[in-house]
């Protein structure tokens, strides 16, 4: 069974950076689309950004891109997501998924608190 660990969260001022880190196990890794999400109270989970297995692929969302860079090292079952000019607005538990968006939350890491604030 898919067992995602997420790490890497914390506290962080505006403009601050944080690199977070997704460790897969129980799938082969390396075969998957890697997704990134994020959720805050009361909204619906936000897709933030994707991978395809091999890196040769990389989506974003609006509110991320030329922000947030997404990649991955197969070799070490770890997917990663480096976070530069952090906003308050990114605060959020941030969770990868194998997979692309849509997939069943039975496939969702239990994610990494991010807050962004001064």
């Known amino acids: 069974q898919v067992k995602l660990v997420e790490s890497g969260g914390g506290l962080v001022q505006p403009g601050g950076s944080l690199t977070l880190s997704c460790v897969g196990s129980?799938?082969?890794?390396?075969?998957?689309?890697m997704s990134w999400g994020r959720r805050t109270q009361g909204k619906d989970p936000e897709w933030v950004s994707g991978i395809s297995s091999l890196s040769s692929t990389t989506r974003y969302s609006g509110s991320v891109k030329s922000r947030f860079t997404i990649s991955r090292d197969n070799a070490k079952n770890t997917l990663y997501l480096q976070m530069n000019s952090l906003k308050p607005e990114d605060t959020a538990l941030y969770f990868c998924?194998?997979?692309?968006?849509?997939?069943?939350?039975?496939?969702w890491g239990q994610g990494t608190q991010v807050t962004v604030s001064s």
């Open positions: 129980g799938f082969d890794f390396s075969d998957y689309w």
């Open positions: 998924a194998a997979g692309s968006w849509g997939t069943p939350s039975k496939n």
